[in-house]
């Protein structure tokens, strides 16, 4: 979630989307807090700076697609380290997780009705709280709590987390016009 971009904005209310706990001790010239609008330490500072402020990182997929004997996946797809196939592009594939990993986004894409979200790097399976996507125009938040299926193995080099949500109804429409194989899709992970 991004801060609000107008009306009375909190010391804590910035601390919380840096990743503080609400209540908790903290200044304004904390790295966490700082690095949400990249100000240097001991930086002059107003609070409006930080109106929609988000600690989310970005990015964007150009899609593409593979069909096997008996599923299809469409969106993005790397693990050629696992000596697997590969389509599509990210624009950049670094993540940097809650407790400060560093990690790779290695796919994002659905097969059906599941979507598919994974992480190369070690765990904690708990590296991030919410990935949200806008499908055909809507925003939809998927929390990591709410997945209907976590993989975790280390065969590799390293171990991968995979994380998957059973979409329906409207969710499952909106993210099957946009997750078609062709276009762009934009998310971003909190």
Same mark, same amino acid.
């Given at each position: 979630?991004?801060?609000?971009?107008?009306?009375?904005?909190?010391?804590?209310?910035?601390?919380?989307?840096?990743?503080?706990s609400s209540g908790t001790n903290c200044t304004i010239n904390d790295s966490d807090i700082r690095g949400l609008i990249s100000k240097a330490s001991g930086a002059t500072m107003s609070f409006n700076e930080w109106y929609g402020a988000s600690a989310a990182q970005s990015y964007t997929i150009t899609e593409g697609s593979s069909c096997g004997t008996?599923?299809?996946r469409y969106g993005f797809y790397d693990?050629?380290?696992? @000596? =697997?196939? %590969?389509?599509?592009?990210?624009? !950049? &594939? #670094?993540?940097?997780?809650k407790?400060?990993?560093?990690?790779?986004?290695?796919q994002l894409n659905r097969v059906g009705a599941t979507l598919y979200f994974a992480l190369r790097g070690r765990d904690p399976q708990?590296?991030?709280?919410?990935?949200?996507?806008?499908?055909? @125009? =809507?925003? %939809?938040?998927?929390?990591?709590? !709410? &997945? #209907?299926?976590?993989?975790?193995s280390s065969p590799f080099s390293e171990n991968w987390i995979?994380?998957?949500?059973?979409?329906?109804?409207?969710?499952?429409?909106?993210?099957?016009?946009?997750?078609?194989?062709?276009?762009?899709?934009?998310?971003?992970?909190?």
């Open positions: 979630m991004a801060l609000q971009t107008s009306g009375a904005i909190s010391l804590n209310d910035i601390h919380v989307e840096a990743g503080g008996y599923v299809c693990a050629r380290w696992k @000596g =697997n196939t %590969y389509f599509g592009s990210i624009n !950049s &594939t #670094s993540f940097t997780d407790y400060g990993n560093s990690r790779t986004i290695w708990d590296a991030f709280d919410t990935l949200t996507v806008t499908f055909n @125009g =809507n925003v %939809y938040n998927f929390a990591r709590t !709410s &997945t #209907s299926g976590v993989s975790t995979e994380y998957r949500w059973d979409t329906s109804g409207t969710t499952q429409s909106d993210m099957s016009a946009q997750l078609n194989g062709s276009g762009t899709t934009s998310f971003s992970v909190s």
